[in-house]
């Protein structure tokens, strides 16, 4: 069934109106935007939508564990708040069809519940793609390739656009790590520039890229202009280069101005698997060398608060970028007496804490003698150690780790504090602050 998800009427929405400029044999062809809806429940309002496009290979398909990779990372309400979509890029109903019906088998559930779409194209949305130009020295078998590629990304983009928030590109032979919507979704909220054009997931190619939904018509409209000249990696970094470059200065200027656009989150969620690639004949060794290597630093979202320490910092590995998860805090060797202070805007109930001293690359800068302490917004008496400032002691530090649960009879916390308790030769270095 043809579901007319992009306009109720003929109009074209806002977003695609210009679409006949580059793309003028659709005047002849008014539902050439219109897709092939196989399987989906039109769901929208979602935090996050993800498009996978899938391409008939030769050799083999790793679309269905790509997307048992991605939904077995789902917990069930991340499942309520996403879609992913898949986008057949052929024409070949019979084809279409069969990947639907294998989705449908393997994911029955989620087929029903509108977490799975699958979409086609209709064949009157491609231009003749037989007579285009050779260019940057790739062959045309290559050039039809990934001119048909850009073309592919927009129209899923057009689709996916009024679906939800945030958009996030994938491909169709990739595994993700576990908790990858989790760690998406606090790494949004870290980004104290709101200036970004996309984040980065993965360093390969277009896997991994995060969008704001409401972004994706400018997006589109300039694929759509250069679709024929080169591939969509170029095409995005050409774009960044338009928002923020200057002709004036050079181009280390320019590739720090686009650090603030494209803002990179390490190590990667997504590695490639495919070996086959969808260009006949091309095999990728393409591996994403970040993917699965212990972080340096693992981040959380934390209550607001203000971070002091005592400590002399090295660099800019400063407390407060460790504890909004940009960075991990190291500095110079503490001697006793020494602080790390987390005063709350207001006083909060915390449940629980851990802090994590050291990474794989300084495995011995940790905490040692140290204890963590509180200070209870009202006065209380316990049978707990309590400083002559009035912090109860409530967990120490163990092989660098703290982990440990606040006892809800403090009540609520103005203060969290570590206290070094003797010297140490060694530099302290801390990878993980969650409260």
Same mark, same amino acid.
């Not at 050439?32 to 979602?46: A, W």
């Not at 309520?80 to 393997?106: G, P, T």
């Not at 495919?274 to 260009?279: A, E, Q, V």
């Not at 998860?325 to 006083?347: K, T």
């Given at each position: 069934?043809?579901?007319?998800?992009?306009?109720? $009427?003929?109009?074209?929405?806002?977003?695609?109106?210009?679409?006949? #400029?580059?793309?003028?044999?659709?005047?002849?062809?008014?539902?050439?935007?219109?897709?092939?809806?196989?399987?989906?429940?039109?769901?929208?309002?979602?935090?996050?939508?993800?498009?996978?496009?899938?391409?008939?290979?030769?050799?083999?398909?790793?679309?269905?564990?790509? @997307?048992?990779?991605?939904?077995?990372?789902?917990?069930?309400?991340?499942?309520?708040?996403?879609?992913?979509?898949?986008?057949?890029?052929?024409?070949?109903?019979?084809? !279409?069809?069969?990947?639907?019906?294998?989705?449908?088998?393997?994911?029955?559930?989620?087929?029903?519940?509108?977490? &799975?779409?699958? !979409?086609?194209?209709?064949?009157?949305? #491609?231009?003749?793609?037989?007579?285009?130009?050779?260019? &940057?020295?790739?062959?045309?078998?290559?050039?039809?390739?990934?001119?048909?590629?850009? @073309?592919?990304?927009?129209?899923?983009?057009?689709?996916?656009?009024?679906?939800?928030?945030? #958009?996030?590109?994938?491909?169709?032979?990739?595994?993700?790590?576990?908790?990858?919507?989790? /760690?998406?979704?606090? =790494?949004?909220?870290?980004?104290?520039?709101?200036?970004?054009?996309?984040?980065? =997931?993965?360093? @390969?190619?277009?896997?991994?890229?995060?969008?704001?939904?409401?972004?994706?018509?400018?997006?589109?409209?300039?694929?759509?202009?250069?679709?024929?000249?080169?591939?969509?990696?170029?095409?995005?970094?050409?774009?960044?280069?338009?928002?923020?470059?200057?002709?004036?200065?050079?181009?280390?200027?320019?590739?720090?101005?686009? /650090?603030?656009?494209?803002?990179?989150?390490?190590?990667?969620?997504?590695?490639? !698997?495919?070996?086959?690639?969808?260009? $006949?004949?091309?095999?990728?060794? &393409?591996?994403?060398?970040?993917?699965?290597?212990?972080? &340096?630093?693992?981040?959380?979202?934390?209550?607001?608060?203000?971070?002091? /320490?005592?400590?002399? !910092?090295?660099?800019?590995?400063?407390?407060?970028?460790?504890?909004?998860?940009?960075? =991990?805090?190291?500095?110079?060797?503490?001697?006793?007496?020494?602080?790390?202070?987390?005063?709350?805007?207001?006083?909060?109930?915390?449940?629980? #804490?851990?802090?994590?001293?050291?990474?794989?690359?300084?495995?011995?800068?940790?905490?040692?003698?140290?204890?963590?302490?509180?200070?209870?917004?009202?006065?209380?008496?316990?049978?707990?150690?309590? /400083?002559?400032?009035?912090? =109860?002691?409530?967990?120490?530090?163990?092989?660098?780790?703290?982990?440990?649960?606040?006892?809800?009879?403090?009540?609520?916390?103005? $203060?969290?504090?570590?206290?070094?308790?003797?010297?140490?030769?060694?530099?302290?270095?801390?990878?993980?602050?969650?409260?």
């Amino acid at each position: 069934h043809n579901l007319n998800v992009l306009s109720l $009427a003929n109009k074209l929405p806002i977003h695609l109106s210009n679409i006949h #400029y580059y793309l003028p044999h659709l005047q002849e062809h008014e539902d050439g935007i219109y897709p092939n809806v196989v399987i989906g429940q039109g769901r929208t309002g979602v935090a996050m939508v993800i498009g996978v496009p899938t391409v008939r290979r030769e050799k083999e398909s790793y679309l269905m564990d790509t @997307l048992q990779s991605l939904l077995s990372g789902m917990s069930e309400d991340q499942k309520k708040h996403c879609m992913i979509i898949i986008f057949v890029a052929e024409v070949d109903l019979k084809y !279409v069809n069969s990947i639907a019906e294998s989705i449908r088998s393997r994911f029955p559930k989620e087929a029903l519940s509108g977490v &799975l779409e699958v !979409v086609s194209p209709p064949a009157s949305y #491609y231009p003749k793609l037989s007579n285009l130009k050779a260019s &940057l020295g790739d062959s045309s078998e290559r050039v039809r390739w990934r001119t048909k590629q850009n @073309l592919d990304y927009s129209f899923l983009m057009m689709y996916a656009q009024p679906r939800g928030t945030f #958009y996030l590109q994938l491909e169709d032979d990739i595994i993700a790590k576990p908790s990858f919507i989790q /760690t998406i979704s606090e =790494f949004v909220v870290l980004q104290d520039s709101k200036e970004w054009m996309f984040l980065e =997931f993965s360093q @390969l190619g277009f896997i991994g890229k995060l969008f704001r939904c409401r972004d994706l018509p400018l997006i589109v409209e300039f694929l759509l202009m250069f679709y024929k000249d080169k591939p969509i990696d170029w095409l995005l970094d050409h774009l960044l280069w338009v928002k923020v470059c200057s002709p004036e200065k050079d181009a280390r200027h320019c590739e720090r101005q686009k /650090t603030y656009l494209r803002i990179r989150y390490r190590p990667s969620l997504f590695q490639h !698997v495919g070996i086959h690639s969808s260009l $006949a004949g091309k095999i990728q060794k &393409l591996k994403d060398r970040d993917f699965g290597k212990n972080p &340096l630093l693992t981040a959380h979202v934390n209550p607001a608060a203000e971070v002091t /320490t005592s400590l002399k !910092v090295f660099q800019h590995f400063t407390l407060e970028k460790a504890y909004k998860g940009i960075d =991990f805090f190291w500095a110079f060797a503490p001697v006793a007496g020494d602080y790390i202070l987390f005063s709350f805007w207001q006083p909060i109930k915390i449940e629980r #804490y851990l802090f994590k001293s050291g990474n794989v690359e300084h495995p011995g800068d940790i905490i040692v003698d140290a204890t963590v302490e509180v200070l209870p917004n009202a006065v209380r008496n316990f049978k707990i150690v309590k /400083t002559q400032d009035g912090y =109860f002691q409530i967990g120490t530090f163990k092989n660098g780790i703290a982990d440990g649960i606040v006892n809800p009879n403090l009540g609520n916390i103005k $203060a969290l504090r570590l206290s070094i308790h003797s010297s140490s030769a060694t530099w302290l270095l801390l990878s993980e602050v969650s409260l």
